[in-house]
């Protein structure tokens, strides 16, 4: 069976919000970009340089990131712009701040990402649009990272506008650039084990497009997407989600053992811990555990193939947890033949 996502393609542009209609959110009215309005929305910035500067030197670095955040509303200024606070915004704890209260700024992120759908089908993405979208991308981020503004960031629903470039299938290294930087941002809004992004993700059914990505993505991208649906399963109403139709439950099973098997792209030992953590989550549900048992591919219990956990106590605790808990799964429902396997037919109807 195949779960698949019944929106969010890259031809459903009218399915995303509105920028427009988030003012509350966004704080995005009609630009009047001067110094005197970022500075008295936008946080004071960390300097750039070294941990003690003098006071002088602080305020020119303030400055200067603040003059890149109002650069990002000039198409002109904008490329460079995007490109520099990119590659400093980890010195600077409270770019995401500037970044979400200054005025417009989102939205010309927004419009950066949104120029670009129409590239994805046919894929015609060039590598010098890929390099820039993903500066855009890296600065939605740094906004979905920061405590304060990752609330307002979902309740907008800009993670949506990712969306479609989840669902490409294509595999050109431009659009698998841009895979692999959004899947970074929705990694960090589950980082946390954020609830409220937990269930915003679940409700936009992001599931399938992380599965997707985990079929056709390159090793660091089937990383980061498994990571994600890790923290999904880890949440108990991500487990419940996932569990409660066997479309969902053997849509994830199957995508986690293709990888497993796979021959043209065996997982990294990062890759198989991830993996065998999702399987262990999946055993911890009875329903699922019982159907693990058949569906468990059998490379996980050969000593061989896990040799590379040898040094990794975590992911070999989680083995034997998983496999204990497959073991209890079997006993418990060959306690019950008599409706043990129709009980589990019926109650996934």
Not at 90 to 107: G, P, Y
Not at 165 to 181: A, C, D, G, H, Q
Not at 195 to 218: D, H, S, W
Not at 278 to 290: D, G, V
């Amino acid at each position: 069976m195949a779960w698949r996502p019944a929106i969010y393609t890259c031809t459903l542009v009218d399915t995303l919000p509105n920028p427009d209609e988030h003012h509350h959110h966004l704080n995005l009215t009609t630009p009047t970009l001067s110094m005197a309005n970022t500075a008295r929305s936008a946080p004071s910035l960390s300097p750039l340089t070294s941990p003690e500067p003098s006071a002088h030197t602080a305020a020119a670095a303030a400055v200067s990131v603040e003059r890149l955040v109002l650069d990002i509303c000039h198409r002109e200024r904008r490329a460079m712009a995007m490109q520099i606070l990119a590659k400093v915004m980890k010195r600077h704890e409270d770019v995401a701040l500037a970044i979400w209260h200054s005025r417009s700024t989102m939205a010309a992120l927004i419009q950066e990402i949104v120029s670009i759908y129409r590239y994805l089908s046919p894929p015609r993405l060039s590598m010098a649009d890929s390099t820039r979208v993903c500066y855009a991308l890296a600065l939605l981020k740094c906004v979905a990272s920061h405590r304060e503004t990752r609330t307002p960031f979902l309740q907008a629903g800009i993670p949506l506008y990712l969306y479609p470039f989840l669902n490409t299938s294509s595999v050109e290294k431009p659009i698998e650039y841009v895979r692999l930087t959004s899947l970074g941002v929705i990694g960090a809004l589950v980082k946390y084990d954020d609830a409220v992004a937990i269930n915003f993700l679940i409700q936009t059914e992001l599931l399938p497009l992380c599965l997707r990505a985990m079929e056709m993505g390159t090793l660091l991208s089937k990383t980061v997407a498994t990571l994600i649906v890790q923290k999904v399963l880890m949440d108990e109403v991500g487990l419940q989600h996932v569990c409660s139709t066997a479309e969902r439950f053997y849509s994830v099973c199957d995508v986690l053992a293709f990888m497993v098997t796979s021959r043209v792209e065996p997982p990294s030992v990062r890759l198989l811990k991830y993996i065998i953590i999702c399987y262990r989550r999946l055993s911890e549900n009875l329903r699922a555990s019982f159907c693990l048992n058949d569906r468990l591919p059998k490379e996980l219990r050969d000593a061989d193939f896990i040799e590379c956990l040898r040094d990794d106590p975590e992911a070999m605790s989680c083995l034997r947890q998983l496999l204990q808990n497959i073991g209890i799964a079997a006993a418990t429902f060959q306690a019950h033949q008599q409706g043990g396997v129709n009980y589990i037919i019926r109650s996934w109807r």
